[in-house]
C-alpha cells in the first residue's frame, strides 16, 4: 500500500496493511524492519510519547490478563508493537523474544507429540486445577 493510499484510507485498512507488512517480514527481524520504516517516515516527538505511553499501557494490561481467562497474549502483542515503533531498544529485544518463543513452541511441540498419553492427561489435569485456582484467586480478589 502507498502511502498516500495509507493516508487516505481508513483505520481499519492502515491496520491491515501494518499487519501484512509485519507478517512478511523475516521473523527475528520484523520489529526492527517497523522500527526503522517509523523512523523513515519521520513524525513529531508527542506522537513518538503517546505512542509509547500507549504501548506500555497495553503491555502492562496484557501481563495483567494472561493469567487470567481472556486474550491477555492478544493484548501484549499490540502494545509490544507499538513500543518497538519508537525504540530500537525494544525492537531489537522483542525480535530476540520472537526467537526464543518459536524456538521454545517448535520445542514444546516435538516434546508434547513424543510424550505417553498418562503425561499428557496428567499435564491437562494440572493446566484445570491451575485455571480454575486463578480464577477462584481472582473471584476472592475482586468479590471478596
Known amino acids: 500500500m502507498s502511502a498516500h493510499a495509507r493516508r487516505t484510507a481508513g483505520p481499519a485498512d492502515r491496520v491491515k496493511a501494518h499487519w501484512d507488512d509485519f507478517k512478511c517480514g523475516k521473523p527475528g527481524q520484523r520489529f526492527e524492519e517497523r522500527f526503522r520504516r517509523r523512523q523513515r517516515q519521520g513524525h513529531n516527538p508527542l506522537a513518538k510519547i503517546v505512542t509509547i505511553v500507549a504501548g506500555l499501557v497495553l503491555l502492562m494490561a496484557g501481563l495483567v490478563m494472561i493469567p487470567a481467562p481472556g486474550p491477555g497474549f492478544l493484548v501484549v502483542f499490540p502494545g ?15 525480535d530476540r523474544i520472537e526467537l526464543k518463543g518459536r524456538q521454545a513452541a517448535r520445542n514444546g511441540t516435538r516434546a508434547w507429540k513424543h510424550a505417553p498419553p498418562v503425561l499428557k492427561a496428567a499435564v491437562v489435569a494440572l493446566a484445570l486445577v491451575l485455571a480454575v485456582a486463578a480464577g477462584l484467586g481472582l473471584y476472592v480478589a475482586y468479590f471478596a
Open 80 to 94: 509490544a508493537a507499538l513500543i518497538a515503533d519508537e525504540s530500537y531498544f525494544a525492537a531489537r529485544l522483542f
